[in-house]
Every structure is written in structure tokens, then in C-alpha cells.
């Protein structure tokens, strides 16, 4: 069965990049534009993995985190913090709300599949 990755970042080309390289490498992507979205698409997706960005209007990356680690359904679901962040702070920030894992943008695309092959198999 093909595996499901929900992505959420509010620059579109952020997210066309994201999408090719999941798609190629045959994965099921959904998309969001910012936090608020992602939750509003969620009760309705069985996702196996979630890339969300920090810093997006309306709900940052990290708040959420918080949200879906609230929701019994996605409590253990793997969440990747794609972010142009790099500081140790933020990283800890990410972890303490839930995260997975972080990337740095910019990234290559099999930087990212090599994450993503990690925490799906």
C-alpha cells in the first residue's frame, strides 16, 4: 500500500518541490497551506508522515504539532520541521512540541527522501 505524506508550508513552490519528489519516488501526497488547513484535511486522511514548515501565518509548525499530538489518532504519527530555522532553540522547540526530525531548507531532494525512507521504511 502506498504510503501517505501530508505536507504543509505556505510557499507554493516550496510545496510543488516537496510533492515532485514524493509523487517520484511513489509516495501519496496531500497538501496544506498553513496549519489551519492541515488540521481542517486531517480527520479525513490516513497520513503515515507529516512535513510541515516553522514559520507560516495563521499556525506556525510548532503549535501545529502541539494540535495533532493532542488528537489520540495522530499522537504517534512522524512529523518532519522543513524550516529555513536552523538554531538550536528552534530544534529544541520543535522536539519539545513533537517533532520527528528536522530539515534545513534549502534542501536536495534526496536529503529528504533519505528522511523519509528512514521513518517509513
Known amino acids: 500500500m502506498t504510503k501517505c505524506v501530508m505536507i504543509v508550508d505556505d510557499s507554493e513552490t516550496v510545496r510543488q518541490v516537496l510533492e515532485l519528489t514524493l509523487v517520484n519516488a511513489g509516495y501519496t501526497v496531500i497538501e496544506a497551506v498553513d496549519g ?17 514548515d516553522l514559520n507560516m501565518p ?19 504519527t512522524p512529523i518532519v ?3 529555513t530555522e536552523s538554531s538550536e532553540d528552534k530544534k529544541k522547540a520543535g522536539k519539545a512540541a513533537g517533532a ?21 521504511g
Open 58 to 76: 495563521g499556525m506556525d509548525g510548532l503549535e501545529l504539532i502541539e494540535k495533532i499530538r493532542q488528537n489520540a489518532d495522530c499522537r504517534f
Open 81 to 83: 520541521m522543513l524550516t
Open 36 to 52: 489551519m488547513e492541515a488540521l481542517k484535511k486531517l480527520p479525513n486522511q490516513q497520513i503515515d508522515m507529516m512535513i510541515t
Open 100 to 120: 520527528s526530525g528536522w530539515v534545513v531548507k534549502p534542501f536536495k531532494p534526496e536529503q529528504l527522501l533519505k528522511v523519509v525512507k528512514m521513518i517509513l
